[in-house]
């Protein structure tokens, strides 16, 4: 049968990934023996695929068989039991070894393997968790250690249980800041749950790595950012067998050396073969070789299974205790609302987790954190390692996580509220001081450009809460709802609008202000809905009567509400935000109109960059204060009578 398939498809050097994962240990009283398992059915299967990145593969069969077959407590049938030691590939584009190993503990079926790469298989170019294995997203680099961090600090310190959690790195992405960060925050916390192994084979992409095969100089790095550092042969299973049994009362860095393409002759350490197939002459001399080394071996080896310590969560329904408390006359700016409505949530569910950037007597966290420290993470000023740490909490539904920080901020951290996305990840963002309403502190503290980040990310749920009953209500609404939530608040205190009991929905906007003569609608959020009330009130003195749409969610945006209500006003719609132009409330709106017949739209927004002055002197600089309003509305209708 080998011989027909492999003249139908050429083998390659996946080949040697399935047999050097097979390279299993076991213990005996007096040494360890290298055991390697009779898996040539899956040598057969495994020599037909058309892999990618081998060489990035073959460096570090040898660690992922000590992992997952000497190393690691799991149940290899259900990978997300909660009571699993976690794995983490970090360098995602060696994705075909994970799927090797998965298939010899018996979880993927052999033929699968085939599959790798195309459009109707699980098993894609990059680990993702449709692949039950998979907890994270991995192959944008610098990622994985930050996502490792939040389930090691979820286990040892919410759970407190007795899974450990293994990252395994390239030396390419050494170079990310990210990782750092990650490194700082796992020795801060101690978290001796926690070991990354650092495969260091000396090539990148395109250039050998800045320290190459500096061995030394890894682990001079890692040791002056807290961890325990022990450089071993990444090929020696007995080496990687000590170090990863020795007991651990730090984060644990193994730095392996190891040769890219180790085993196949022509392409060790060597450049030019980064996500290269084996030629099919070359695939054969390696497969023969391979196959001349196999022996048959009765023993299978299996993961030994986890300590049942993980208690279950439940994290549906989650609800506030009671309505919000909220009075007619209160002022409260929503920052602050978001805090004290975290800090209720918290009271209700123990799963509840915040996190934040140092920036918590801002985003007023703190008001969680005072009643709730042992459910508060502190990550410092690393937006990047923050979000991470928050995917790697909410992993396997473990927690319900909120991460705040300046809505600006974010925006470092682009990359990895990409890739939650991409995770499938349930977090719960909050950006505090959005726009030029912040005032003095001037732009670079601005959030100008967050709307637009999070409408473009596929799973995101945008909250822009006007008050502090609609803010709470946004809290309460993204612990239950599925992908990430971005929760949007201003810095100055705002009139409290809704009464207590006034009900909210994701996609559902509230018409604020209205009469049965309405000339224009116009629709704000936040700090502009407020300035759109006044201007109303205002207009009203000119008997010019307009109608006042709060979105609640710029997205998803609730296109019927608004249309229903720009009918009525026969198409006439202004939309003011604290925000540039670009990617805003305003073109949100345009994009749900673009069809309607005989509508028109004209926006207000922050036309340019900024400048620090007090918030009502830049709100009317921008022109999205209530006299801007105001005039907009004389314009457009001004525009009207003279089209007719």
Not at 429 to 438: A, F, R, T, Y
Request: proline fraction near 5%; charged fraction near 25%; hydrophobic fraction near 35%.
């Amino acid at each position: 049968m080998y011989e027909r398939e492999k003249e139908r498809h050429p083998p390659n050097a996946f080949t040697l990934l399935c047999v050097c994962v097979c390279v299993c240990v076991c213990e005996t009283e007096r040494h360890t023996v290298y055991v390697l398992t009779d898996c040539l059915t899956l040598i057969k299967s495994a020599c037909l695929l058309s892999v990618f990145h081998p060489t990035s593969c073959c460096s570090v069969a040898e660690v992922m068989s000590v992992l997952f077959f000497h190393t690691m407590k799991y149940r290899p049938e259900d990978p997300r039991n909660p009571n699993n030691d976690r794995f983490i590939l970090s360098k995602g584009h060696a994705a075909p070894v994970l799927y090797a190993v998965w298939a010899e503990t018996g979880y993927l079926k052999e033929n699968e393997l085939l599959n790798l790469r195309k459009v109707d298989s699980i098993l894609e170019g990059h680990p993702v968790p449709k692949q039950q294995f998979v907890d994270v997203a991995t192959g944008s680099l610098g990622q994985g250690l930050g996502a490792a961090c939040g389930m090691a600090y979820t286990g040892k310190y919410f759970d407190k249980a007795s899974y450990r959690v293994f990252c395994l790195l390239g030396d390419g992405e050494l170079s990310e800041g990210s990782v750092w960060e990650a490194m700082a925050f796992a020795s801060y916390y101690q978290l001796d749950n926690l070991v990354a192994i650092l495969d260091i084979n000396r090539l990148g992409q395109s250039d050998p790595a800045p320290l190459q095969h500096h061995v030394e100089k890894y682990q001079r790095r890692c040791e002056a950012f807290g961890w325990h550092a022990i450089i071993v042969d990444g090929h020696s299973v007995e080496e990687l067998c000590k170090v990863l049994s020795q007991p651990r009362h730090q984060p644990l860095a193994i730095i392996a050396k190891t040769i890219k393409g180790k085993g196949i002759p022509a392409a060790e350490d060597k450049m030019g073969w980064h996500g290269k197939p084996l030629p099919k002459d070359m695939a054969d001399s390696v497969i023969k070789e391979l196959q001349g080394r196999i022996i048959s071996c009765n023993k299978r080896l299996y993961p030994a299974p986890p300590n049942e310590d993980a208690s279950p969560v439940s994290l549906r329904n989650i609800r506030m205790p009671s309505a919000p408390s909220y009075k007619s006359g209160d002022k409260i700016a929503t920052r602050k609302a978001y805090g004290m409505a975290l800090a209720k949530l918290g009271r209700y569910n123990d799963h509840v987790v915040a996190l934040d950037g140092d920036t918590k007597n801002s985003t007023f966290s703190e008001l969680f954190k005072n009643e709730h420290p042992n459910r508060y993470v502190e990550c410092y000023i690393a937006e990047q390692n923050m979000v991470s740490v928050a995917i790697g909490c909410a992993v396997r539904d473990r927690n319900v996580v909120f991460a705040s920080t300046f809505a600006t901020f974010f925006s470092r951290a682009y990359d990895q509220l990409r890739m939650a996305a991409i995770s499938e990840s349930n977090i719960n963002l909050c950006g505090s001081h959005c726009g030029v309403s912040i005032g003095e502190d001037g732009p670079s503290q601005m959030g100008l450009e967050d709307l637009a980040m999070f409408r473009a990310i596929p799973t995101a749920t945008v909250f822009y809460p006007s008050d502090g009953v609609s803010t709470e209500k946004a809290v309460e609404l993204s612990a239950n709802t599925k992908g990430l939530c971005f929760i949007r608040t201003s810095r100055p205190e705002n009139n409290i609008i809704y009464n207590c009991n006034e009900d909210f929905h994701v996609g559902q906007a509230k018409v604020v202000y209205k009469t049965n003569d309405d000339h224009v609608t116009v629709i704000g959020a936040g700090v502009t809905l407020h300035e759109a009330l006044a201007a109303a009130e205002q207009l009203k003195k000119e008997r010019i009567n307009i109608r006042v749409i709060d979105p609640f969610t710029i997205k998803p945006l609730d296109s019927k509400t608004i249309i229903d209500n720009a009918r009525a006003t026969r198409g006439r719609i202004i939309t003011v935000e604290d925000h540039y132009y670009e990617g805003g409330l305003g073109e949100a709106v345009c994009s749900a109109v673009v069809n309607e017949t005989g509508f028109n739209v004209h926006r207000l927004a922050v036309s340019q960059v900024p400048r620090s002055g007090k918030p009502h002197e830049l709100l009317r600089i921008f022109g999205i204060d209530r006299d801007a309003i105001t005039q907009a509305v004389r314009k457009v209708l001004s525009s009207s009578a003279n089209a007719k």
